[in-house]
Nanobody
Framework: QVQLVESGGGLVLAGDSLRLSCAAS????????MGWFRQAPGKEREFLAA????????YHADSVRGRFTISRDNRKNTVYLQMNSLKPEDTAGYYC???????????????WGQGTQVTVSS
């Protein structure tokens, strides 16, 4: 069973950068695709990006492509989300997720971390 713990969130100014980390425990981490999602108050959860089990393939949603970059380091059992040029509308709880059926298009994720809050002030 994979357990996920996010970190790296915080309060930043518009235009700043943050790098979120998601540390995973469990031997199955390297077998699954990993993804990042976010959810703002009153809004639906939004898929942001995913990376294949070996890190060779990534997918980024249109809303963040060019600003956010997902990556993973299987030696450290960690997946990252580099976020640049942050905007106030990026304010949300950010969650990493995985699962045996997780796809690069954002479907099939059934194991979630507790999330880390990102607040972008103008």
């Amino acid at each position: 069973q994979v357990q996920l713990v996010e970190s790296g969130g915080g309060l930043v100014l518009a235009g700043d950068s943050l790098r979120l980390s998601c540390a995973a425990s469990g031997r199955t981490f390297t077998r699954y695709n990993m993804g990042w999602f976010r959810q703002a108050p009153g809004k639906e959860r939004e898929f942001l990006a995913a990376v294949s089990w070996n890190g060779d393939i990534t997918y980024h949603a249109d809303s963040v492509r060019g600003r956010f970059t997902i990556s993973r380091d299987n030696r450290k059992n960690t997946v990252y989300l580099q976020m640049n040029s942050l905007k106030p509308e990026d304010t949300a709880g950010y969650y990493c997720a995985t699962g045996p059926l997780a796809t690069l298009e954002g479907r099939g994720y059934d194991r979630w971390g507790q999330g880390t809050q990102v607040t972008v002030s103008s």
